[in-house]
């Protein structure tokens, strides 16, 4: 069943207003438009806690292993963090608390998109200590553009500032040294963007949602919103030349081959266009790809890869299906009924079914996790608002697929970000507020899942179906270094009459097949030790499908295995453990 109650909760919590469009809707609404779930991928990761005590994490980056070295993270309460590695030693590079706007949409502690959201350092940092930040602070004076129509007030304004580090391998950033390029007045507080970035041109980029409410629609998005209007800068992603001077205001240039240079009706920072809240994006570090994840509205979830002039459909379209405003209802999308050429579909997409906000992350280029290498790497803030958010990847043909994670069945927290390091590496960023309040913020590296000891308990509520019995039992399984061999233990207390117990390959609360024989030959009746041995090769012709430790190591890191203890009064299984 779709998720249309809670995302209608959401937009009551969230009070957007909307101002009612004079047409009737004709079209019909798609209820579920992706059937099938995102699948489970066999890419098996560990998230090892790099920092702890922030309190919203939302973008990381780094400069050069020459110059600082680890981790920047931006916390979306006003600090940089300079992460050291591999001691997770925090300390403030740069603090613009006093220039943010006060947090708080719906008033103290809670949800905000807005803050301090972006940072970027100049290709050539080490020797001028340049970097840029993207704020959201107060209205204070005169905005750069504006979509906000006389009488009305802005909610707060975006804007970009350089800053330098006097000694940039070993100070931290001159307060003093604030130079404003850039402010935008935002109608609302939500659908911020919120990236600034330097791409493979040494030009940097930054995106911008389409103002905030719901449809875009509402003060400061004109008749026709914001998203399909190039000439309004929201809903964008723009490209300038900070080291220019050729822009309007004097204090950044626009690059010549801009795609809407010279066109009249155009904000020529415009890179591309089309997008509701590009909340992330990045480049990818081999080829100079740029991806953007676009949060949706109720419906879909989109990455995109994005090329100069492109239009990336919002609000004609939602995802690849087109939108329908529904006047003062909510929207909803429907089956095209007319050709669209000139809009830009995603090359990845997931309904609600599967979570309501997409997190924008990077294509992986590091080293430690081979499986991943070259798949961009992305995830959903929180599937029902309750800290579980999802961590998932792109394979060749583009299906997004979940990662594995180790121990957990979701992140057990609200994602919030990813970071890079200089070596590819990607860090996790969360809390458990899903706010910016707090200090329950934290950096997590993905890592390969590379356990060697695992454990079952087993008893009979877990047999599926269950069994009444006050039987139980611990399974202990450790691999040797060269993973070659697993050797095991099995305990069980208060059973009679076991016939056999092997490892099963099946999730929990199904059953499946035997892989590995841990004890056969009974009837026995034990208490305590029923069975120590050592695992060099997988039961022959099983239809689990493993052919090598190697494969069972695989499965035991999946947590799609169980130990079951099979008895003469319980032959299916009186007492079962998932292995974990």
Request: aromatic residues 8%; proline residues 6%; charged residues 20%.
């Amino acid at each position: 069943m779709r998720k249309k109650s809670l995302i209608v909760l959401i937009t009551l919590l969230f009070g957007l207003t909307v101002v009612a469009s004079a047409v009737a809707s004709n079209h019909e609404p798609v209820e579920d438009p992706i059937p099938a779930p995102i699948a489970e991928g066999n890419v098996q990761v560990q998230l090892e806690t790099v920092a702890t005590g922030l309190t919203a994490p939302v973008w990381g980056t780094a400069v050069s292993d020459r110059c600082h070295g680890g981790l920047f993270v931006v916390d979306q309460d006003g600090i940089l963090w300079h992460i050291e590695m591999p001691a997770g030693e925090k300390s403030v590079f740069l603090d613009v608390s006093d220039h943010l706007v006060a947090l708080g949409a719906f008033g103290p502690g809670s949800f905000d998109e807005r803050g301090f959201l972006g940072t970027a350092f100049h290709p050539d940092y080490e020797h001028n200590g340049l970097l840029y930040t993207y704020t959201s602070q107060p209205v204070e004076g005169p905005a750069d553009f504006s979509t906000i129509p006389a009488g009305e007030t802005a909610n707060h304004q975006a804007v970009i500032t350089e800053w330098q580090v006097p000694n940039p391998c070993h100070g931290v950033v001159d307060p003093a040294s604030a130079r404003e390029l850039l402010r935008i007045d935002e109608p609302q507080f939500n659908h911020d963007g919120g990236t600034v970035a330097f791409g493979p041109d040494g030009h940097l980029y930054i995106s911008l949602g389409d103002g905030g409410n719901r449809d875009d629609e509402g003060v400061g998005h004109g008749p026709d919103g914001n998203g399909q209007n190039p000439g309004t800068i929201l809903g964008t992603i723009l490209r300038i030349d900070p080291s220019g001077s050729s822009s309007a205001n004097g204090q950044y240039g626009i690059p010549a081959d801009n795609p809407f240079v010279g066109l009249d009706g155009h904000v020529e920072e415009i890179y591309a266009y089309g997008f509701r809240n590009p909340y992330r994006f990045s480049f990818d570090s081999l080829t100079g790809d740029l991806y953007a994840a676009d949060v949706g509205q109720g419906d879909l979830e989109e990455v995109d890869l994005v090329s100069a002039g492109g239009n990336y459909g919002w609000n004609i379209k939602e995802g690849s299906f087109c939108f329908d405003p529904n006047g003062a209802d909510p929207g909803f999308v429907f089956t095209c009924d007319t050709d669209h050429p000139d809009l830009i579909d995603p090359i990845a997409e997931y309904d609600h079914d599967e979570g309501v906000a997409i997190v924008g992350g990077f294509v992986y280029r590091g080293g430690r996790v081979a499986n991943l290498q070259g798949h961009y790497v992305f995830g959903e803030f929180a599937q029902t608002f309750s800290n579980d958010g999802r961590l998932f990847y792109l394979d060749e043909n583009n299906e997004i697929l979940e990662f594995q994670i180790a121990g957990q069945e979701n992140l057990g927290a609200s994602l919030l970000g990813f970071g890079q390091d200089t070596q590819g590496e990607l860090y996790v960023l969360a809390n458990s507020t899903g706010t910016p309040f707090g200090d329950s913020g934290v950096v997590m590296r993905i890592v390969p899942d590379d356990r060697r000891s695992f454990r079952a308990d087993l008893n009979g509520a877990e047999e599926v179906p269950p069994v009444e019995t006050e039987a139980t039992g611990l399974a202990n399984f450790a691999a040797n270094s060269r993973e070659t061999a697993v050797r095991y233990t099995l305990h069980v207390r208060d059973i009679e009459d076991v016939l056999a117990a092997h490892i099963h390959c099946a999730p929990v609360g199904e059953n499946g097949p035997v892989g590995v024989t841990l004890f056969s030959g009974g009837p026995v009746t034990v208490d305590g030790l029923l069975a120590r041995g050592v695992i060099t090769e997988p039961d022959a012709g099983n239809s689990c499908g493993w052919t090598t430790v190697a494969d069972v190591l695989t499965a035991l890191r999946s947590g799609d295995t169980y130990v079951n203890v099979h008895t003469a009064a319980n032959p299916p299984g009186e007492i079962r453990g998932q292995i974990k």
